[in-house]
Nanobody, 128 residues
């Protein structure tokens, strides 16, 4: 069973950048599809980006495509989300998540991919 811990959140101005990190422990990291989700106040949690166990397949929400980049380092059991050109609407708590790859390792988007493991979240605030 994998445990996840996010870091790297903070306060940034519009147009700025932040890099979030997720450290995983307790499982075979390369055997998990990894994802980032976010939840803004009063809104449902939404998928932001996902990456397959090998790192060869990635996917993004339309709202962040071209601005955010997801990556992973299986040797270090870490995943990152580089966020550029941040906007106030990116303000949210960002969650790292994981799901065993199983028989569909290249499926990374919910609802077909059901993420079972979650970190505690890290706050990202973008000021206008």
């Amino acid at each position: 069973q994998v445990q996840l811990a996010e870091s790297g959140g903070g306060l940034v101005q519009t147009g700025g950048s932040l890099r979030l990190s997720c450290a995983a422990s307790g499982g075979t990291f390369s055997g998990y599809v990894m994802g980032w989700f976010r939840q803004a106040p009063g809104k449902e949690r939404e998928f932001v980006a996902g990456i397959s166990g090998s790192g060869g397949t990635t996917g993004y929400a339309d709202s962040v495509k071209g601005r955010f980049t997801i990556s992973r380092d299986n040797a270090k059991n870490t995943m990152s989300l580089q966020m550029n050109s941040l906007k106030p609407e990116d303000t949210a708590v960002y969650y790292c998540s994981a799901d065993p790859s199983g028989p569909i390792p290249y499926v990374i988007r919910p609802p077909r991919r059901k993420y079972d493991y979650w970190g505690q979240g890290t706050q990202v605030t973008v000021s206008s």
